[in-house]
Nanobody
C-alpha cells in the first residue's frame, strides 16, 4: 500500500496562489493513478483534478479548469496542485488520493488511499 501526506495549504487572499504537495511513500508511486479532491464544511467531497500514472493525461473539474494545474514528479514520489487565481469558493480541506486500479477517475470511491488533508482558506 501507499501512504500519502499533503502539505502546502494556508490562508491566502482572493486572486492569490498556493501550491499543494502530496508526498507518497510505500509502494511504487508510478503504479497509482492520482487525484485531488476537496471538501468544504457541510458539503460532500468533490473532485478537483486527476492525473494518469505516466503523468501524460490530466482532467479537471470545470470549476478549476484554467486556474489549477495537477502534476507529478516520479523521482520525488510527489503529486502537486498549483492553484492560481484563487477564489473564496475554493476554501476547503484538500485531499490527495491514490487509485491502484484506475486512471483518471473523478469519483472518490475509485480511490483506495487518502492523505489526512490540508486546509486551504481564501479570504475575500
Amino acid at each position: 500500500q501507499v501512504q500519502l501526506v499533503e502539505s502546502g495549504g494556508g490562508l491566502v487572499q482572493a486572486g492569490g496562489s498556493l501550491r499543494l504537495s502530496c508526498a507518497a511513500s510505500g509502494r511504487t508511486f508510478s503504479r497509482y493513478g492520482m487525484g485531488w479532491f476537496r471538501q468544504a464544511p457541510g458539503k460532500e467531497r468533490e473532485f478537483v483534478a486527476t492525473i494518469s500514472r505516466t503523468g501524460f493525461s490530466t482532467f479537471y473539474a470545470d470549476s478549476v479548469k484554467g486556474r489549477f494545474t495537477i502534476s507529478r514528479d516520479a523521482a520525488k514520489n510527489t503529486l502537486y496542485l498549483q492553484m492560481n487565481s484563487l477564489k473564496p469558493e475554493d476554501t476547503a480541506v484538500y485531499y490527495c488520493g491514490a487509485s491502484e486500479y484506475y486512471n483518471g477517475r473523478v469519483y472518490s470511491s475509485d480511490y483506495d488511499y487518502w492523505g489526512q488533508g490540508t486546509q486551504v482558506t481564501v479570504s475575500s
